[in-house]
């Protein structure tokens, strides 16, 4: 799989772009806030409908502008697609050949992983972002995630404001209301958490031993429910007994304590947790080998890697961590690398095709060369 055409109007400080991809390492040097993490931020929002840097996308237009869109044409064996995204004011619509179209039919279509800055959350942020990192990796491979996960937010919120509008004096006459609900959350909820536990068990199974220094990673999915085993009617029983535990407390305070939004994964190192007491060095290497897993788990499924960002390469990752994780990727999938120190990427010998970024315009580098933007 890979992304062979980006093409940018008016998004964030990039008039207009439009440059072709090859189906190797690709790097975009340039000096600070030049636009580089902007270009790799709009590659990711082909993949997921959204951006790694911001929940509010109009903050993606250009400045002074209405309006900014995003196209790219994903390439899979001889299969072309073309995915969109346009940006007007707070509205979003994304496209698939052209056509507007659902968020669950828009993702997955670019099967695409991203080591930035902002991924960083996943060790050192809270259990939120180890659910989205899940999440998104499961995309491609579990079709109907995405819906489970819309349809579980909504069951949730429902829940939720029947919760609060019952409190804590809700009669016995209230329970079948709430019971319901109960079963929109299980029903969705099973889903969800039967292919996190069963992706969490593969992700375990590939880890790489010692691969980014000799640290040993350990993982563990933690769900409110108590539930270890994916088996769907064993998980139904769980969650309907573990909502049931939690009703009292969920009436006082209005909230749905017990579920798949509240589960965690768990990471650690040497027996530690890798968020809270890994050293930086060791929380880069440990989510590489988290990248890493995903990567094979990925390949395994479905005959092919997924494309690959890295933004700031050498800012994020050591040389030695560089060389080996660049390399691995080199020999296996599209690579699109951005780093503000020109040298360091070329010197890993990659051969990576080069464009420079300044001010929000790209160029070949080399004497002569024609702007590819305007
Ligand atoms: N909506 C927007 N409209 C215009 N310019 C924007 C918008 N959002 C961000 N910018 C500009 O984009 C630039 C930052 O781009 P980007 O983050 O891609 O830089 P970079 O090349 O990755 O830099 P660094 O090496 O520091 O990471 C900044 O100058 C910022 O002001
Ligand atoms: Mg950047």
Same mark, same amino acid.
């Given at each position: ?48 409908? /959204? ?79 180890? /659910? ?38 809700? /009669? ?159 020999? /296996? ?42």
């Amino acid at each position: 799989m890979r992304i062979s055409r980006l093409r940018l109007f008016h998004y964030r400080n990039i008039g207009e772009l439009d440059i072709t991809l090859g189906p190797g390492v690709t790097l975009f040097s340039g000096r600070n806030g030049q636009g580089k993490t902007n270009i790799l931020e709009s590659i990711y929002f082909l993949a997921y409908g /959204r951006s790694f840097r911001t929940s509010t996308p109009k903050d993606c237009i250009r400045h002074g502008e209405t309006e900014c869109r995003i196209e790219g044409v994903v390439e899979r064996g001889r299969l072309e697609r073309t995915l969109g995204v346009t940006l007007r004011g707070a509205e979003k619509t994304l496209s698939l050949y052209g056509k507007p179209s659902p968020l669950e039919d828009f993702v997955g279509n670019l099967h695409l992983l991203a080591f930035t800055h902002a991924h960083l959350g996943v060790v050192r942020g809270g259990p939120a972002d180890r /659910r989205a990192f899940l999440d998104r990796a499961m995309v491609s491979l579990y079709p109907g995630h995405v819906r489970a996960l819309a349809s579980y937010g909504r069951a949730l919120r429902q829940r939720n404001r029947v919760l609060a509008e019952l409190g804590a004096g809700a /009669r016995p006459a209230d329970a079948g209301l709430l019971e319901s609900w109960d079963e929109a959350l299980v029903g969705e909820g099973v889903r969800i958490l039967a292919n996190r536990l069963r992706y969490v068990r593969r992700m375990k199974s590939e880890l790489p031993e010692g691969l980014f220094g000799s640290e040993s990673l350990r993982m563990h999915y933690l769900s409110t429910i108590g539930a270890e085993d994916p088996d769907p009617a064993a998980l139904g029983d769980l969650f309907r007994k573990g909502l049931g535990r939690a009703r009292e407390r969920d009436l006082r305070t209005g909230t749905t304590s017990v579920g798949p939004h509240r589960d965690d994964l768990k990471l650690y190192v040497n027996g530690k947790s890798l968020g809270e007491f890994g050293s930086a060095g060791q929380q880069r290497s440990g989510l590489l080998a988290l990248y890493f897993s995903q990567m094979e788990i990925h390949a395994k499924e479905q005959g092919f890697y997924p494309v690959f960002l890295v933004d700031d390469a050498e800012a994020e990752l050591d040389q030695e961590r560089l060389h080996t994780f660049l390399h691995y990727l080199a020999r /296996r999938t599209q690579t699109i690398l951005t780093s503000a120190k020109d040298f360091l990427v070329p010197s890993l010998e990659l051969d990576p095709v080069r464009f420079e970024v300044l001010g929000g315009r790209v160029r070949t580098p080399g004497p002569g060369s024609a702007p590819v933007t305007r």
